[in-house]
């Protein structure tokens, strides 16, 4: 039973180890590296400057990288319209980065029988409800299983629709198979 979806992290890589900038400052003192003539620095000092360098071209890596997913986000609101489309395209989008399968049509016939396409719906007559959990949203999620399904990245707001139809999707892949396959109350 697959409880949450992990999510890889971008690791960056310098191309130089310790040892390798260790064997960097020992060219230096030994002479066997074509540089231009320095004064002599003991190998740990050599060796901790070569190591910082890369260091800087992680930092510049990293705030690249951040600078990329900032532009991204901000174009997120242009690419998917705040409607049921856009809200399930957007969803899309985000399940397939984390291997989460579906149908753009399954989850839209799934979400006109739960909700209507309210991502404001709130069931407050089922045996949820009466246990004091209704279900909630464009696919009327129940808080326990959103909290267990919540894909990181989405918001952490139950009845937000993009962050509801990939929790609910990535419960139905790990239930039913994918979403496709629920055709009635799950």
Known sequence: MRTTTLIPRRVATTGITVLGAAGIATAALTGTAHAAPQTAKPAHQAAAQAAAKPAKADDKADKKAEKAEKKDAGKKAEDYPDNLDGWIREAMSIM??????????????????????????????????????????????????????????TADKLTDPVANIVAACNYAADRYGTMDNVDSAY
């Not at 397939?96 to 007559?125: F, L, Q, T």
């Open 96 to 153: 397939k980065k984390h291997g989460i399968p579906g149908s753009y049509d399954g989850i839209k016939r799934n979400i006109i029988r739960e909700s209507g396409g309210d991502p404001n719906a709130v069931n407050d007559w089922d045996i949820n409800a009466q246990k004091g959990i209704p279900s909630k949203g464009l696919l009327q999620v129940i808080q326990p299983t959103f909290d267990q399904y919540h894909v990181k990245g």
